[in-house]
């Protein structure tokens, strides 16, 4: 498919979208506490998209112009024979950008591969730099074994390389300068993302809340950061350290809301086409997909029918007690 059959997908409010985010498990070798709860149930085989139905709809949304995909899980790397959907999109006409989040735990056996399939990025998940505390928050995660896998993945070579990490009060929220000062030490990048309510979790997230503003201000005080107008064309908003190659990311669902600029749309592994993070508002795109196995018409039609349903923007509100959508991350897709 070209990526000239179809018009731009563009919402009720004027907004492209270029980028989206797919899903390809919704299972994970780590547990961490602000993503599942520990007693996860997945989803059986047959309610997952296959490989094949996940190709097909990133090929569909190239079709429609869109120019960034985002693979994520779970963890991706965990899914079977997942680099081969990789090599299969990797070099899609029309596909300027295919990246990758991950919380490193398979890099060091897949970082090679993926370079070599067509990824450009990845954001690697690291909360603590501390073994023990690791540990804890992720339930069963090895660091040495992350740490390996950043090693790996900067030997690749990729374009860029950022660690995305949410602090925590009371759990890592003492982190943000080692975290920092890690990703200097390694020449990567590294984005502060405030948690987010998604799921029911065992902990309150107002108890453990720490807005960017006050990550900011405490990095200001140990570093000279530079404002920056640069985008990777998803909602972070980045400072730089000058005389470094290092961008300091900051994602704020709460405190700075980016749903003005929305560019990006979700894909479950179950094949829910999420029009925002924040919000219920859904298309089923699995059944088009296996009643219509050789037709992408009636996809594309679904597709470009969801955009006047995509909402304005999300409702997070820490003040609430029941999460703003109950969801974990980990189904939607990280």
Known sequence: MSATHHPQLIDQFGRVVDYIRLSITDRCDF???????EDMTFLPRDEVLSLEECARLVKAFVSLGVSKVRITGGEPLVRKNALSLLEDIGQLPGLKELVMTTNGSQLEHFAAPLKQAGV???NISLDSLDAERFRSITRVGDLSKVLRG???AKQAGFERIKL??????GINDDEALPMLQFALEQGIDIAYIEEMPLGEVDHSRESTYVSNDATLKLLKAHY???S???????PARYWRVPHTQTRVGFISPHSHNFCESCNRVRITCKGELFLCLGQEDKVDLMPLLRDHPNDDQPLINAILGAMQI???GHDFDLRRNAPAV???????GG
């Open 228 to 234: 920056s107008t640069e985008s990777t064309g998803g």
């Open 224 to 226: 000279q950061l530079i």
């Open 310 to 312: 995509k909402p304005k």
């Open 150 to 152: 950043i090693t790996a």
């Open 164 to 169: 995305n990490t949410v602090l925590m009060r």
């Open 326 to 332: 109950i969801r974990f991350m980990s189904q939607t």
């Open 31 to 37: 547990r961490c506490v602000y993503c599942m709860s």
């Open 120 to 122: 450009r990025r990845l």
